[in-house]
């Protein structure tokens, strides 16, 4: 981004944006996409599927970690802190609070049962982010990617193979088809 930077729209997005999220990193990643690349345009499509891998693959919390990595895309160090008050303030707040009153809220059904339709629509959404950030790789028409994507899935789910050894394996062997596909260029 050139020009004078978003500092205040970028911190009320991400504060609007957290608080009116619920169920973590993979809910909100597909608020964002629509916020930062739909509606102001700050990021390209393949930038912010690229931001979110980075995110997703980092420690640290995916909504934390995204907010750092798109408020510094968008306006340097600054946008990163601004980004990532504005996706903690609410939760903070919001935990705070309910910790104290979490006597009352934990015998409360109508908690509960408001707990239980959140869950629901958490299950939702996840399914949704998943089908989004898949149509990139399927919209690319090679079968490296999805391979990759199908193996990394069978062997979480049903193999019980550690996320960190499939993250790993995953990022070798896209740094070796980047490597490769670089060398196939650069003959041509």
């Known amino acids: 981004m050139s020009g004078k930077k978003p500092y205040g729209q970028l911190f009320f997005s991400m504060l609007r944006l957290s608080a009116c999220t619920f169920g973590g990193g993979f809910v909100i990643i597909p608020l964002m996409r629509?916020?930062?690349?739909?509606?102001?345009?700050?990021?390209?499509?393949?930038e912010m599927l690229d931001l979110t891998a980075i995110a997703q693959s980092s420690p640290g919390a995916v909504a934390v970690n995204a907010a750092i990595l798109?408020?510094?895309?968008?306006?340097?160090?600054?946008?990163?802190?601004?980004?990532?008050?504005?996706s903690v303030l609410p939760p903070l707040v919001i935990i705070s609070v309910i910790s104290?009153?979490?006597?009352?809220?934990?015998?409360?059904?109508?908690?509960?049962?408001a707990m239980m339709g959140l869950l629901a629509g958490v299950a939702a959404v996840i399914l949704d982010v998943v089908a989004t950030l898949a149509q990139g790789i399927f919209r690319q028409k090679r079968l490296l990617p999805v391979v990759?994507?199908?193996?990394?899935?069978?062997?979480?789910?049903f193999f019980s193979v550690n996320i960190v050894l499939v993250i790993l394996l995953c990022g070798a062997v896209g740094a070796a088809d980047t490597l490769w596909r670089g060398r196939k260029e650069a003959e041509k």
């Open 34 to 46: 629509k916020r930062f690349v739909q509606e102001l345009g700050w990021l390209e499509e393949q």
């Open 100 to 113: 104290l009153f979490y006597r009352a809220f934990r015998s409360n059904s109508i908690v509960n049962f």
């Open 148 to 157: 990759v994507l199908l193996a990394a899935f069978i062997a979480v789910r």
């Open 70 to 86: 798109v408020g510094y895309r968008v306006a340097g160090p600054a946008g990163a802190a601004l980004a990532i008050l504005g």
